[in-house]
């Protein structure tokens, strides 16, 4: 059963910065890609970054520029740099895993960020 757990949320000020973390229970290769997702109340649960298994990296328009995804192959996880936080990025990040076969992804059980103005 693979687990992804994510960590590094909490409360910070506008224009600060935080690091999530997704640690994955298997080799990230085990996936096609690893990304970020997140919710804002009373709103649908939209993208955020990914890393594809060869590397490459998208971001979604609202975040390009301040959010950066990475990943630690040695420890199997995947990070997200969040720089220049705004109000708007309050949500909770989830982290999600696409695997190579099957119509399912894996997520994790999410992290909150609370940006205060």
């Known amino acids: 059963q693979v687990q992804l757990v994510e960590s590094g949320g909490g409360l910070v000020q506008a224009g600060g910065s935080l690091r999530l973390s997704c640690a994955a229970s298997t080799s990230i290769f085990s996936f096609n890609s690893m990304g970020w997702y997140r919710q804002a109340p009373g709103k649908q649960r939209e993208f955020v970054a990914t890393?594809?298994?060869?590397?490459?990296?998208s971001y979604a328009d609202s975040v390009k520029g301040r959010f950066t995804i990475s990943r630690d192959i040695a420890e199997n996880t995947v990070y997200l740099q969040i720089n220049s936080l705004e109000p708007e990025d309050t949500a909770v990040y989830y982290c999600?895993?696409?695997?190579?076969?099957?119509?399912?992804?894996?997520w994790g059980q999410g992290t909150q960020v609370t940006v205060s103005s």
């Open positions: 890393i594809t298994n060869d590397g490459s990296t």
């Open positions: 999600n895993a696409r695997p190579w076969r099957g119509p399912y992804d894996y």
